[in-house]
C-alpha cells in the first residue's frame, strides 16, 4: 500500500507548526486536525482534545520558548496499523525541534544558546484529518541542556544528541516496498514476543542475539543513556532494568507498524512493573508505575539495528512519588 495522502497530511501539520504566527496556531493547527482528535503527550501534558487545546498547552508556550524554531527530521514512515488488523493509517515522524532557547519553559530556564528538544511522533490520519496524536519529547534532554540534573544518577549510557540512523535513510517520503515493511514488523514482532515478561530463560545477551544485530544502537532517554552493541546493552541497561522491576504486565500498544527498513510502536502505557530496587538515584518504592514509550526501528536483514526510544520518565517518577520537573508539572 502506498501511503502519500496521510503523508501529506501530516507534513503539511508539522509545517505549520513551526511556521504559523505564534498567535495563529490554534486556527493552522484544526487545518489538518479533527475538532475532537485525540492527543497524548508526555508528562506534564498528558491528554488534550482539538487543536487549540493542544495548541495552547503545548506548542504555543514551546514555541514562545525555542525561538526561530526548526524541524530536523531524521525518520519518516507510514503504515497500517498491526494492533487493530491493519485498519487504520498511521504516520510517524522523529527528530529533534532546534531553536535558540530565550524563554523559560516549564520551569526549565533559558539559556540563550541553541537547544535541541528530542521528539517522536505518530499521528492517525483519515479522510484528509488527524484524529490521533502521540507527541513524547525528551524534556529531561533539555534540562541537561540548560544545566540541570533531572536524575541523582548519572546515566549508565551516554547522554548526546541523537543522530539519524545510520545511511541516513530514514526520511520515507516516497512509497516503500510492501515486502520490506512486513520483514521489519516480523523482525519488531519477534523481539516483543522474546521480551515477554523477561522470563524467556535464557542469558540475556543469548536472548538479545536472537532478534538484534551484534552492533546494535539502543537510543535510551535521558537518565538512561545510549548505548552500543549487545553486551553494552545488556551491561548498561536492559541488565540493570530487568534487576530492579518485577511484576512486569504484558506488553500493549496503541499503534504498530512499518515501512521499509523502518517501524515502530507506541502505548499509553506500554507496560507496567513494580519499583523493586534502587534506580536512577532514587529508592525503591514497591509501587507499580506505567511505562508510556515510543520505540522506532532500524531493521538490517533480518533483525534489528538501531531503537530510539522515548520513555516518559517524568511521568513514572510522578507516580512513585518524585517530581523531575523544576514547574512541578504546573501544566496538569
Known sequence: MEFQQEKEVVLAHQKAQIEAEIDALPDALARHMAPDCRWRGFYPFNEKTGPESVAQAFWQPLRASLARMQRREDIFFAGTNEIDGFQTHWVASMGHLVGLF??????????GRMAFLRYAAFYRVEDGLIHDVAMFCDVPHLMLQAGLQPFPETARGAELVQPGPLGQRGLLYSAQPEEEGAKTLAAI??????????????????????????????????????????????KQHSGPFRSVFSDRSATSHVARLAEGHFGGFFGWPNFTARLTGDYMGHAATGQVG?????????????????????IDLPHFWKSQGVEVLPGKGNMN
Do not use: C, H
Open 290 to 310: 506505567e511505562f508510556r514509550v515510543i520505540d522506532i526501528y532500524r531493521r538490517a536483514g533480518d533483525k534489528l539495528a538501531e531503537n530510539w526510544v522515548f
Open 189 to 234: 514482532n519477534a523481539m516483543i514476543r522474546d521480551l515477554g515478561s523477561w522470563q524467556l530463560g535464557l542469558p540475556l545477551e543469548d536472548e538479545l542475539r536472537r532478534t538484534w544485530v551484534e552492533d546494535m544502537i539502543w537510543w535510551g532517554p535521558t537518565g538512561i543513556g545510549a548505548t552500543y552493541t549487545i553486551e553494552r546493552y545488556a
Open 102 to 111: 530565550d524563554a523559560p519553559w516549564l520551569g526549565i530556564p533559558a539559556t
